[in-house]
């Protein structure tokens, strides 16, 4: 799957100390916002719609290190607007080194190849580069041209100078699946060390509301796309997902998996809905009424959802929360995401359920970059 034993390891350790320690709820991966402005203006952003005196600010270095050390998760994603234009980012990036953090670094790529020479090469940073697909849907996606050569060019160079990169790829509902699975196969060729799917969400913020995927929509688009896929395409999603974007298994939403923290505080509830914020990563989980979201909660906010950050926690959680689970996780791993499964979806728990719960959270994967 591309990602380093020792990253298995270490989360691996962290999940079996929440366990052991009855945690009911815990975080895997902290989405770090250490600012919202950014070199881009994409269509379907809502992270860049707030008023520009906002735009203009940033946290520190002490202020990450202090959300970090709250929230106890092992790996950090470090999402924005774009991170590389923080004057600090080396300094933040270097002090969640220390801490033995694993780093996703979420970038346009369009200052990576200049900003390589502020970063060391270690197991712990990975940039994470967004790629909405073949050059021309890309560059629509992002809203300016010649966008998606740079970031492939920018890929070349972080792979050549020694540093993991993966891709991040968000699919709307006019995407061809015959142009993404020639764009699949063109990144296992550029060597990234593995890639991430999700559809795109309804951002309340967002300029362009009509690209979105409604439920049905996503599914069918999965479906077809994954058809007969090759088993050279590397994901670091966990299987189980996969079936859920496929419509074939169903699951509840976990979001307290990928909490964040960005210019505001502590966002309630989840990286994708903004219903305020608190002080403190306690007061996040101990006081945000997690049974309100979900698609089975009712909230028209969570109909159409589909995305990783929420979901992803939940179908690893199956994996490692029985030996059947861990059977169908691994039976899929061999069958590839291309398989046909004739199984009809099997529902989870509501997400306040007991057997949600107190199943650990991936182990495997970076659940949320």
Not at 25 to 42: D, G, I
Not at 198 to 207: K, L, T
């Amino acid at each position: 799957m591309g990602v380093p034993l020792s990253q298995m390891w270490t989360v691996a350790r962290y999940v079996l100390r929440q366990r052991l320690g009855r945690r009911r709820r815990y975080p895997l991966v902290l989405m770090l916002e250490p600012l919202f402005r950014c070199n881009l203006a994409c269509a379907g952003c809502g992270k860049i719609q707030h008023p520009a005196e906002v735009l203009r600010t940033q946290l520190s270095p002490a202020q990450c290190f202090e959300a970090v050390d709250e929230c106890g998760a092992p790996i950090v994603s470090l999402p924005g607007g774009e991170p590389l234009l923080h004057p600090q980012i080396h300094e933040i990036v270097e002090g969640l080194v220390a801490r033995r953090k694993y780093v996703y670094l979420c970038t346009n790529a369009i200052l990576l190849e200049q900003s390589l020479q502020r970063f060391q090469p270690t197991k712990f940073l990975t940039f994470s580069v967004h790629l909405d697909g073949p050059q021309p849907e890309h560059d629509q996606s992002v809203c300016r041209t010649g966008v998606h050569e740079v970031a492939v060019e920018a890929i070349r160079a972080a792979l050549a100078a020694g540093f993991r990169v993966t891709t991040n790829t968000t699919l709307y509902n006019d995407a061809k699946p015959e142009r993404y699975r020639e764009f699949f196969d063109s990144l296992m060729e550029l060597g990234v060390e593995s890639m991430m799917i999700s559809p795109g969400y309804p951002y309340e913020r967002a300029p362009d509301q009509m690209h979105f995927l409604r439920r049905e929509e996503t599914t069918r688009l999965f479906r077809q796309l994954f058809r007969r896929a090759p088993r050279r395409w590397r994901f670091n999603q966990s299987p189980l997902f996969l079936e859920f974007l496929k419509g074939q298994r169903d699951l509840a939403c976990t979001p307290w998996g990928n909490p964040t923290y960005n210019l505001f505080g502590w966002q309630r509830p989840c990286y994708l809905l903004d219903e305020g914020y608190v002080e403190s990563f306690a007061a996040l989980m101990d006081t945000t009424d997690w049974s309100a979201y979900g698609s089975g909660s009712g909230n028209p906010a969570c109909r159409d959802c589909m995305v990783h950050s929420g979901f992803e926690p939940t179908a690893v959680a199956e994996t490692f929360g029985s030996l059947k689970g861990l059977w169908e996780t691994a039976r899929l791993q061999l069958l590839g995401v291309g398989h046909e499964s004739r199984r009809p979806p099997e529902a989870t728990g509501p997400p306040d359920s007991d057997a949600s719960e107190l199943l650990p959270l991936p182990v495997v994967t970076p659940a949320a970059l």
